[in-house]
């Protein structure tokens, strides 16, 4: 079979991609959207189909790709205070083991804090971010145990029992978004905490959600007693709580070209419940637009209705 020259172009430029991300076949089929097989049969020229709309896939998300290179490219982290106290709570508790809360606004960098922490200790720190569908406590140990590498059991002891066969001393668990935990699913977690420390060992809880997520966990109800007992820190971020350096550290740019007057700016946006989240979605959205000066800042947020 024979590819026109745009064909051409394109199949090189998946077999760059997989080289540059290390991506099997399968995987970067995937990424594109096209089926794994389709790619194989047209690599090496033995499709039996059209592969017209195949290549026409392919080009669009080569399009959108490049069209993303051309947009506001948010850093990758950044060392605020927020996100730096964030991994400085985790470290505690993965060296003295038991349970810690993180709680505060939305878009503070809470997350990113946890991230951080994920990327700086890969072998004995897991991140599960719940969601309303992992209430259940089976699904919820289900995807602890695929997190770690454990085995999948049917009945929910089993999974229990095989989690900690495959969690090591001197662990930490983070479960983000833990304002969607049941009280019953929060009950499972301390056991893995208190089995530890029975051994001797340490295993750190770390739960990290919205201010729900404190007076959940470490409220005065009775069911939540035996939980506040064991919360050995409990710390709880604001929006107010936001500094200048923060800014500073989000955009770079800014900084470079002393821009005092957008710094200030978007340091007022982010004490806003838009927090640094919507800081962020401001600048973006006007250096696409090629003006993130402090007026073109300031009306990108009424375009954007942010009201400071």
């Not at 009945?155 to 001197?170: A, F, L, P, Q």
Request: with cysteine; aromatic share 8%.
């Amino acid at each position: 079979m024979e590819y026109s020259d745009e064909q051409l172009i394109l199949l090189e430029k998946i077999e760059e991609l997989q080289k540059s991300e290390n991506l099997s076949q399968n995987a970067v089929a995937k990424k594109i959207g096209i089926s794994a097989t389709a790619l194989s049969q047209i690599r090496k020229g033995i499709y039996s189909a059209n592969p017209d709309g195949f290549f026409e896939i392919i080009s669009a998300y080569f399009d959108v790709k490049k069209m993303a290179e051309s947009v506001y490219s948010e850093v990758d982290y950044a060392d605020t205070s927020i996100s730096r106290q964030v991994c400085e709570i985790i470290s505690i508790c993965q060296i003295k083991g038991g349970i810690s809360v993180i709680a505060g606004d939305a878009g503070i960098g809470k997350t990113k804090g946890v991230q951080k922490f994920i990327s700086d200790h890969p072998t004995n720190s897991f991140l599960i971010t719940i969601n309303p569908c992992l209430t259940n406590i089976k699904y919820l140990l289900q995807e602890i145990a695929d997190k770690i590498g454990a085995n999948q059991e049917r009945c929910v002891n089993e999974i229990w029992h095989s989690i900690v066969k495959k969690i090591t001393d001197g662990t930490v668990l983070i479960f983000d978004e833990a304002q969607h935990l049941t009280a019953k699913a929060i009950e499972v977690l301390r056991s893995f905490s208190d089995y530890f420390n029975e051994k001797k060992q340490t295993l750190g809880i770390c739960f990290v959600g919205n201010i729900e997520t404190v007076s959940k966990i470490g409220g005065k109800k009775a069911e939540f007693a035996q939980i506040t007992n064991r919360t050995k820190q409990k710390k709880i971020f604001r929006n107010t709580d936001i500094q200048r350096e923060d800014i500073c550290s989000l955009f770079p740019l800014l900084t470079a070209e002393n821009k005092q007057s957008e710094i200030e700016f978007l340091l007022q946006v982010s004490r806003t419940q838009q927090a640094l989240r919507g800081a962020v979605n401001l600048f973006s959205n006007a250096y696409d637009n090629e003006n993130y000066t402090y007026s073109g800042l300031l009306a990108m947020a009424d375009f954007m209705d942010i009201k400071i």
